[in-house]
Structure formats: C-alpha cells, structure tokens
T-cell receptor
Framework: GAVVSQHPSRVICKSGTSVKIECRSL??????MFWYRQFPKQSLMLMAT?????????EQGVEKDKFLINHASLTLSTLTVTSAHPEDSSFYIC??????????FGPGTRLLVL | KQEVTQIPAALSVPEGENLVLNCSFT??????LQWFRQDPGKGLTSLLL?????REQTSGRLNASLDKSSGRSTLYIAASQPGDSATYLC???????????FGKGTTLSVSS
C-alpha cells in the first residue's frame, strides 16, 4: 500500500523558534495533502489543505502566517510552525490523497515547545 | 458544517465479547466513510472504507455498516481481544478530493 512519511517524528524546541515538519508520499504522487493537529485525548482537527503548486487553504481559526505550508512538489509538503509557543505543542499528522478518495496518513510528529 | 459524533467515548469489556461502536454525522451527503484505529502516541491505521453507495464492509472480525440517509455508521467487533484495545476513529469525506472529517473517537479497553 501507499506510504506517507513524516520527519521528524519528535521535536523539542524553545519558545520563539520555528520548526519545519516534512511530509512525503514515498511511492505515489499526491496533488493534495492535508495537515491535521491532534491534542491529547482529542480527535484530529483539519488545519489546512495543501495543493501542489498553489497556496494552501486554511480552516477557520488556523493562522496562515503562523502555520506556513509549502507543497512544492507532488511528493513533498512542509509545515513550518513559526515562532512556536507552548500552546502549539501537539501531535501533527499529515496525509496524502491518492486517486481522489484514498487518504494515506503519515505516522505523525510530536512537537513539544518549552 | 459536517460534524461527526462517536458514542460511547470509552468502553471497557472482557475478552471475547462482541461489541458495537457508533458513529453519526450531521450532513448525510457524504462521499465515503472510513474507520481507523489509533494506538496511544501513534498514527492512524485504516480499518475499513465504505463508499456512499455501499451498505457495509467486512474485514476479519470487523464489520462496518453505513446508513447514509440517517447519518449513521456502526463498527462491529466480534470476539474482542486485548490486542483490540485502542482508540477507534470514524471519519467522513464530503466530496471526492476533500479531507476526511473526524469524530473524537471511542477508546476501547479489552481485558483478559
């Protein structure tokens, strides 16, 4: 089956720094990728939809200047958390869409901001 | 705006029991529905995908049904095992090419 990877799997950073998370579709091309955030004991909340070669579409309440998304190729999307603060600590999961209906998920990145 | 609700939020059963997890969604105009499993601190494992035109899907001890008109789906787990302990997430897709919208999940604990 299709595989989606994320890097890093875990990151700890100081408040005020920026963190970049990479999401790659390893064996298929994905024109559309999604970024979700999951707080402890909560469900996955959609943050944004990323389309290759165009600007990402953000969900209501998600700051586009804080969560920068770049989908530069058909196999790579990146999420940069700018000027991270402790409240940004969360589990970030990306997923890639294959064939319009099969959504494959990465293993997630756990971010801890001190 | 689509909302997905899962009941119960948590469930504890002894090994061997058959159980049913419930999922409801507010907008019945869905493209498909998917059930996932998530172990603590881990990513998602897809269990079953049901297209809007289908009524059910089966995989091993798992059976998922879909009643689109009433906005409901159930996940049936037969002969539960301790290894089934995890959080089960229901998610719906409104249209082809759009993101899955998730419920909050049901956390299942199966004791031996």
């Amino acid at each position: 089956g299709a595989v989606v990877s994320q890097h890093p799997s875990r990151v700890i950073c100081k408040s005020g720094t920026s963190v970049k998370i990479e999401c790659r579709s390893l064996d298929f091309q994905a024109t559309t990728m999604f970024w979700y955030r999951q707080f402890p004991k909560q469900s996955l909340m959609l943050m944004a939809t990323s389309n290759e070669g165009s600007k990402a579409t953000y969900e209501q309440g998600v700051e586009k200047d804080k969560f920068l998304i770049n989908h530069a190729s058909l196999t790579l999307s990146t999420l940069t958390v700018t000027s991270a603060h402790p409240e940004d600590s969360s589990f970030y999961i990306c997923s890639a869409l294959a064939g319009g209906e099969n959504q494959y998920f990465g293993p997630g990145t756990r971010l801890l901001v001190l | 705006k689509q909302e997905v609700t899962q009941i119960p939020a948590a469930l504890s059963v002894p090994e061997g029991e058959n159980l049913v997890l419930n999922c409801s969604f507010t907008d019945s105009a869905i493209y498909n529905l998917q059930w996932f499993r998530q172990d603590p601190g881990k990513g998602l494992t897809s269990l079953l995908l049901i297209q809007s035109s289908q009524r059910e899907q089966t995989s091993g001890r798992l059976n998922a049904s879909l009643d689109k008109s009433s906005g409901r789906s159930t996940l049936y787990i037969a002969a539960s095992q301790p290894g089934d302990s995890a959080t089960y997430l229901c998610a719906v897709r409104g249209q082809a090419g759009t993101a899955l919208i998730f419920g909050k999940g049901t956390t299942l604990s199966v004791s031996s």
